[in-house]
């Protein structure tokens, strides 16, 4: 009876960012196809793909993470800012820049 349990905690430790990043708000979203988990602060994201896909392709998962972290977020992607593979792509974030309704979230 124990394993179970055990299993299910550690499983469920595996969409959720690391302390140590400091990215304290957390939401969901799909896009491209893709389900993600997003982690983020005010400066930084990480989009953890969440859904099985055989063989994704990389330059659409990452599209998939950028598009799906804005919706989140509603704040803006850096150019440049998104580096990761199929699984977990980390982003920079610009939660200043135009819409007024963006800052401070």
């Not at 602060?41 to 969440?50: F, G, H, I, K, Y």
Request: charge should be positive.
């Amino acid at each position: 009876m124990r394993f179970p349990v055990f299993l299910v905690l550690i499983l469920s430790a595996c969409n959720t960012a690391h302390p140590l990043d400091r990215l304290d708000r957390s939401g969901a979203a799909s896009a491209g196809g893709h389900d993600f988990r997003v982690n983020w602060n005010l400066e930084s994201a990480q989009a953890t793909r969440t859904n099985v896909t055989w063989r994704p392709g990389l330059p659409q998962v990452v599209m998939a993470a950028v598009e799906a972290t804005e919706q989140v977020t509603r704040c803006a992607v850096k150019p440049g800012g998104a580096v990761g593979d199929i699984a977990l792509v980390n982003m920079a974030l610009d939660c200043r820049a135009g819409d007024p309704a963006r800052q401070g979230r």
